[in-house]
Each structure stands twice: as C-alpha cells, then as structure tokens.
C-alpha cells in the first residue's frame, strides 16, 4: 500500500520537496532527488514519523538500509522502533565476513553484502531504501535477509516509480512507499 | 601483540590498553540484543578512553563568564565505555597493515547507538547549527539522526557522479592519488553554522575537503564530530583551527 492513497496531508508536503533532476545519471532518466527533502527539517522528521508510526510496536528487530540513501532514512527509523540497523553494501566495502547477493541491472550485474552474524534467524525485519525502480536491488535485498533466516516484514520506501512494476517483482512482499512518481 | 597506549588528560592521566585474545580475526562477532557477545571476543578491544567532555560548544554570544570549569570535564561519560566496546577492530582489512574500525557493530547495540547520537545532541543542541553535512557513506548514518534532533537539515558530502543537479567539487589528496567530494548548489546559505560528522578520523584529509566545500560557500564550520579518532594519524592537526570532537580515540 502507499500513504499516497490515503491522502495523508503530511504526503503533499513531502512531495513537494523532492526534486525531479531530468537526465541524470543519463538521457531519457528523470532522477528522484530526496536530498531537497532532507534540506527541509520538518518535511524530512515527517517522513521518518509516517514510518516510524507504522513499524513501532510491530516487534521488529532489524532496519536494513540499502547503500548509500537508504543509509540516510534506515538509521532514524531504526533508533526510533528500537532496532538495530544494518547496512547492505555494495561489494568490499564491509570489513568482516559477508555473504553476497547478485541481481540484475539494466545492462550487467551487482552484488548486495551484508555481514555474517548481523541478523539471527527469526528476526523481524524491515528494508529500507529512498526509491524503488524495478525492484532488483530491494530483491537482492529480501533474498539476503531470508538466507540468513531472517523474517522480511515489509519494503519501505520513500518514492515509488509503479510504471517499473517493482513491486511485482518483491515475491509477494509488501511494500510501503510514501509517495508515487509516473 | 599487544598494544599499550597513553592518553592524557589535565587532571586525570587515563591509560589506554588493547587486550588480546585468541580469537581468530574472522570470527562473526555481534552483539546479543541483550548485550552479550556471540562468539569469541574480537582480537583487540580499546579498553580505556580519552576524555570526552570537551569544553562546551562556544557560540558567538557566550561570554568569558558563562565558560565552565575544566575541572566539571574530566569525567569520562559512563555511555563511553560501552560505546567504544561496541566498535569491532578488523586487521588487515581494506589491506595488511590497517586495523579497520567497524562501527556497523555499534549500530547493532540499540542502546549503544542511541548513546551514540545522544552524545551528540547533547553538545549540538539549541547552538543555532542549521546544517548538518554527512560524509558519504557511514557519516549519512550518523549524520541524519543528529540533524532531526537539533532541527538542522542534513547535507550528504558525496564521492563524485552521485549527486543529480549543479555540485561544487574539492579534491584532496590520498595515499596514493586523489579523490573528489562533492556537494550540492544550494543546499547551504552563506552565513549558516554547520556541522561536519563521519563515523572516523584518521588523516584528516576528507574532512578537510568538507571543511572547504562548507567555507567555499560562505558557511562556517563550528566543529567537526566523529565517533573515532586515529590520533597517531594527527587528522586533528590538519583541521587547522578548526574543533574537532570525537567519542573514542583509539590507538
């Protein structure tokens, strides 16, 4: 489901504040800007509430945010419901032992890490991330978590873009997105 | 091996002893939500740390009077101990030689992650900073939840190509080569206060081009805030005048 449909008025004012850059990273993209968001203090603390009010008290132990953005939304929610949060990471960039995930870009593959022993088996968890495409790197994503044992509760997302059909692609996942972009 | 430390403080000499045990460097080693250790403890751990209670944030209106006594700061935080215990220490890793600090550890402790930002917010709260600037990527983890607190926007400092619209860049050296930061057009006004956070300090070289970017633009850096320092990499030095405040010094 999304906040959107409800019409929430916290909604309309987050919207607003997220930037649409045309062609970047290349032609044809219209990038989603969240960081005109996070220049705005009470938009960006209203959008860590509208998650927070839906995760806490819901038993969940884990926030896994997704390199780099879902570092920036992952932690406060995280530190509000009580949980630990956890960083999934491009390749070589966490220290310890990981266990890799690969998905599929539009034009080759990546690999999503997350440290062995971070998450136990039967936890609850959350994953986090600014947007969702077409829902490769959340997959990658769900598919780490439930290696481990892991309970993938929800996908929480700032903005969704419908017309790439990612939420299709989560497996039956739910997915929570505040806001949707066509 | 072990490693022996001393760090000094006006009052209170305060000594600094890595333990060793034999656990091998690639063990897993998290905490239990109830705090205890899975497995084997890591091979070093910082045991004693460097005082924290710096003299407190000066703003521009403080008077000589309001200045408190030296004497009320040497108490180490009792929220320290666990916070720097928290931290796991990776030899040879991103290669031989360098003793990785982790914190994704620390940011599995709940309480100790709260404490973390806590001791933060506590020293940056209601001193007029309006901007909180992040480097990527582990200062967006710290970062954001300071900036919520104090009511200033959050402001990431990005590796190059990542930001979507106008940026201004500033280069700055590494071992070997240099790197390039970049921040957006805009996002600062000349004449704000900002903050400066990454999770470590080791030369001191990345947060000095943040230092820039933030000067570039007019804005005047108050004080840089990480969770660790390096001090044998004498990163506080090159910030030139610049404060530098951190919750664990590890050598």
Not at chain 1, 87 to 111: A, M, N
Not at chain 1, 124 to 153: F, N
Request: with cysteine; aromatic share 6%.
């Amino acid at each position: 489901m999304s906040a959107y449909r409800d019409k929430d008025p916290l909604i309309h004012g987050i919207q607003s504040k997220i930037r649409v850059v045309p062609n970047f990273p290349k032609p044809g993209i219209m990038f989603q800007d969240i960081t005109t968001l996070l220049l705005d203090p009470k938009a960006f603390k209203d959008t860590i509430d509208l998650f927070v009010e839906r995760y806490k008290g819901k038993n969940i132990s884990v926030v896994a945010g997704i390199e780099a953005r879902g570092f920036i939304f992952g932690p406060p929610i995280a530190l509000e419901i009580g949980a630990k949060f956890v960083p999934l990471r491009k390749p070589k960039k966490l220290p310890g032992k990981v266990i890799s995930e690969e998905y599929i870009l539009e034009y080759g593959k990546d690999c999503l890490e997350m440290h062995v022993g971070a998450v136990e088996p039967g936890e609850r968890a959350l994953v986090v991330d600014d947007l969702i495409a077409t829902g490769g790197t959340l997959c990658a994503a769900m598919q780490l978590l439930e290696r481990v044992g892991a309970e993938v509760v929800e996908c929480a997302c700032v903005i969704e873009l419908p017309d790439l059909k990612g939420r299709e692609r989560l497996n039956g996942k739910p997915l929570y997105v505040l806001v949707e972009s066509r | 091996m072990m490693h022996r430390a001393l760090i000094f403080s006006s009052l209170n000499p305060i000594y600094s002893q890595l333990s060793t045990t034999k656990a091998s460097p690639d063990s897993a080693v998290f905490p239990k939500r109830d705090g205890a250790w899975i497995g084997p403890p890591p091979v070093f751990r910082l045991q004693n740390y460097k005082r924290t209670l710096l003299p407190p944030l000066c703003v521009a209106s403080d008077s000589v009077a309001n200045q408190p006594k030296m004497a009320s700061q040497d108490e180490q935080d009792p929220r320290i101990s666990k916070i720097s215990s928290a931290i796991r220490v990776i030899p040879n890793f991103p290669k031989p030689g360098i003793m990785f600090q982790d914190i994704t550890t620390l940011l599995l402790d709940t309480k100790a992650f709260r404490d973390t930002i806590d001791l933060f917010v506590e020293r940056y709260g209601g001193k007029d900073i309006s901007v909180v600037a992040g480097i990527e990527a582990r200062g967006f983890i710290f970062g954001p939840p300071i900036a919520l607190a104090i009511g200033a926007k959050f402001v990431p400092m990005r590796k190059p190509n990542k930001l979507p619209g106008e940026v201004i860049s500033e280069e700055y050296s590494l071992e070997y080569g240099t790197d390039k930061m970049e921040m957006h057009v805009g996002a600062v006004q000349a004449g704000e206060r900002a903050l400066i956070i990454d999770d470590l300090i080791a030369t001191g070289g990345t947060l000095c081009a943040a230092i820039k970017l933030l000067e570039r633009i007019g804005a005047h850096v108050v004080e840089c805030a990480c969770v660790i320092e390096l001090p044998e990499l004498k990163g506080r030095e090159r910030l030139g005048d610049k404060p530098l405040f951190v919750l664990v010094s590890s050598t």
